[in-house]
Structure formats: C-alpha cells, structure tokens
C-alpha cells in the first residue's frame, strides 16, 4: 500500500513542479510590476490569473514531499533533518493557504508571505540534505532539491525573478520520477541518519 501511496505522491510531484514552471514563464511575458518605493508611481503586475495555479502546484508539492516522508519513514531513515524539513515546509504551506484564504477579507496575505516563503524554503532545503545524506532518493534529486530550494531566495513574480521558480519545478518534477519510477522493495528499516 505504501509502495503505491509513494509512486502517487511521485504523480503529484511532476505535477506540481509543471505547475510551478508554467505559470513563472506566462507571468514573465507580462509587464514588469513595481518592487518597493516604486509602487509609489507605478502599478504590481497581476498575478491573479496563474494564483490558482501556483496554489495548486504549492499543494501537489506538498503531497510529492509526504511521498519522499513516507519513503524514508519505510525505509527506516526518517530522522530529525528530515522531520524538521516537513515541519517546515508544513508551516510553509499553511501559511500560504491561510493567507490566500484571509486575503478576501484583509490584507494578512502580504504578512504572512515572508515567512510562508521562508519555510517552504528551509523545509525544503533540509528535506533535500536529508535525502542527499540519506540516500532515500538518488543524490542528484537531492542536489536538485537544494539547487531549487536555493533558486527560490530569489524569487519575484513582479519582474524576470519570477523565472527563478523554474529550477524548483524541475527540482519537484526529478523528485516525482524518482518516486514514481522506483519499484523496489521499500520496507527496509535501518537507522535513521541524523
């Protein structure tokens, strides 16, 4: 059961890292927003057509990472730079979401965007030196996890930063053809790396 709870969490990951490529490359083709003191003179760009997108890719992922967790959980190595990596990147999430979900009635969506960002960030990032240490996925996933994690600090969907979320959709779509294409034996428990 959990061998096919893995490979669909693979599915939801390649999905997600599409949904996070596509939408950065429609929004650089538009005008170029403000950023800072220039939001005096002149207006954001709107982000609101691919929003549902990016959420959708922002949970997709969610479900490619509890693939990854239940991988390592199986295979005994789930130790505490993994745990924290999800914790984070959970916290990152739901921030997000309820952000999104506050927007409609205040402005709560723009406070909680940085620290959303930052958690999504770091869980991911120590998700991917987890699995790098770990060996739960091939290594070169995991340096792709790093690498898109690490892209993401510059992320801006007001300018051509937006095209910084492109390394961390192709990172999410390596993590979904890892999961999605292994079809050993998962339940081997060792130690967990810490």
């Known amino acids: 059961m959990s061998t096919k709870l893995t490979r669909w969490g693979g599915v939801a990951a390649i999905l997600g890292g599409i949904l996070w490529i596509v ?59 993994a745990k924290a990596g999800v914790a984070l990147y959970v916290v990152g999430v739901a921030l997000f979401v309820l952000g999104t979900v506050l927007t409609a009635i205040s402005e709560v969506f723009w406070v909680l965007m940085l620290p959303a960002g930052l958690a999504l960030i770091a869980g991911l990032f120590l998700t991917g030196i987890a699995v790098f240490k770990t060996g739960v996925l091939p290594r070169w996933v995991a340096v792709l996890l790093v690498i898109g994690s690490l892209a993401m600090l510059g992320f801006n969907d007001q300018n051509a930063e937006v095209l910084m979320a492109i390394p961390f959709g192709l990172a999410w779509v390596a993590v979904g053809y890892a999961l999605w294409s292994d079809r050993s034996s998962p339940v081997r428990r060792t130690a967990p790396v810490r």
């Open 23 to 81: 939408p950065s490359i429609i929004t650089a083709f538009k005008p170029r927003g403000c950023i800072g003191l220039e939001c005096d003179v002149r207006t954001m760009r709107d982000t609101s057509d691919v929003a549902p997108f990016l959420l959708l890719a922002l949970l997709l992922t969610a479900v490619g990472l509890a693939g990854v967790a239940i991988r390592a959980w199986n295979t005994g190595r789930f130790g505490r730079l």
